[in-house]
Each structure stands twice: as C-alpha cells, then as structure tokens.
Antibody, heavy 121, light 112 residues
C-alpha cells in the first residue's frame, strides 16, 4: 500500500525558514517523480515543485523559484522542501504527491494528508 | 502558463441525478503521443485530493464506474451518472502536459 506522510509544518515568521519532509512507502521510490503542491485558504491548488527520480531535473513554480528547494534522499524514501525567505502568502497546507508512472511528468496518483504552514509575525 | 477554468463553481445535485463539470484550458493538452494530459480529482471535506480520472478519460483503480471523463484538446468534462451522498466535495481538474502544472478553481458539489 502506497503511503505518503508529510511533516515539518509549523508557524513561522516572515523571512524565516522551514524544511518539510515527506516519508514514502509502498512503491519503488527512486523511480518516481515527486511533487509538492499547496492549498491556501479559499484558493485553488498550486503546484510548487517537482523532482524527478534520481534527483534531477527539478522544476519550480515562479512564485517560489529562488526561495524553495526540493530534494530527495532515496536511501530514506523521503522528499524534502526547504523553504527560505518565507512570506505571508506561503501560508497553506502543503501536500506531497507521487507521479502515477515512473520516469517522467504525469498525473499524481497518491497524495499525503498534508502539513500546515502558517507564516505570520 | 496554461490556465484551467472550471464551470460551474458550485453544483447542487439531488441524489440519483446526473452531474457534469466542465474544464477548459488555454492551450491544447493533446500530446503528440495521442494522450490528453488532463486529470480529475475529488477532494472530500478535510481530506487530500484523490485521483478519479487520468489522461482525460481513464478511471483510476477503485473509482466507481458512475464517474466518466471525456474531451480532447482544450475542452473536457467530468460526468457523474447518478450522484451519491459520498460524492460531495471539491472537484479539481489539473493539466500535466508540462510545468508549471496547473489546476482549475475547483467545483464544489453539494447534495440538495
């Protein structure tokens, strides 16, 4: 059974940093692209970043480029999102999501339950 | 960026009646391989999204056959043949043709 579990979401101050983690199980992790998607209150889902199997390439939404970094540790079946220079509009529930098919960019077939990030002073 | 537009945004439905949601994209989602990179998700209250339809018209494993997806290019439709109480929630369309991956605004289905 595929399972994804995010952690690391907390209250952070503007300009601060956070690292989110997503622990995966139930599939051959190193073959699949992994994504971070966020959902701000009352807003549509927003894709944040993708990391392909093997660690590259990576792509980012313009709204986070230069501030967020996605990475993975295939030995731990974990994907990370390092979030720097946080802004109030980064406040959202952050989900990790697995691509449906290995070795590419595809729809997401599994999502974690999400972890909340609140950026406020 | 590809902009996804859903309609309606709110959909009250009587149980047992059909329902239909439209999703339009500003660019064709038809790849040269013949696949439309359009997916539908249902986000039940308090839960994360779950995949219903991928590649425009393929039901995900375990999804009831009352759900169907159709369309090609820029116009897509999700249909529920007979709505049940458990179908309430927020329906999202998503394009996965390329980055940035983008979503529609969401359509909230409620039971009358």
């Amino acid at each position: 059974e595929v399972q994804l579990l995010e952690s690391g979401g907390v209250l952070a101050e503007p300009g601060g940093s956070l690292r989110l983690s997503c622990a995966a199980s139930g599939f051959t992790f190193n073959r699949y692209s992994m994504n971070w998607v966020r959902q701000a209150p009352g807003k549509r889902l927003e894709w944040v970043a993708i990391i392909y199997g093997g660690g590259s390439p990576t792509y980012y939404a313009d709204s986070v480029k230069g501030r967020f970094t996605i990475s993975r540790d295939d030995s731990k079946n974990t994907v990370y999102l390092q979030m720097n220079n946080l802004r109030a509009d980064d406040t959202a529930i952050y989900y990790c999501a697995k691509d449906r098919i290995p070795d590419g960019l595809f729809e997401f077939d599994y999502w974690g339950p999400g972890t909340p990030v609140i950026v406020s002073s | 960026d590809i902009v996804m537009t859903q309609s309606p945004l709110s959909l009250p439905v009587t149980p047992g009646e059909p329902a239909s949601i439209s999703c339009r994209s500003t660019q064709s989602l038809l790849h040269s391989n013949g696949n439309n990179y359009l997916a539908w998700y249902l986000q039940k209250p308090g839960k994360s999204p779950q995949l219903l339809i991928y590649l425009g018209s393929n039901r995900a494993p375990g999804v009831p056959d009352r759900f169907s997806g159709s369309g090609s290019g820029t116009d897509f439709t999700l249909k529920i043949s007979r709505v049940e109480a458990e179908d309430v929630g927020l329906y999202h369309c998503m394009q996965a043709l390329g980055t940035p991956i983008t979503f529609g605004q969401g359509t909230r289905l409620e039971i009358k």
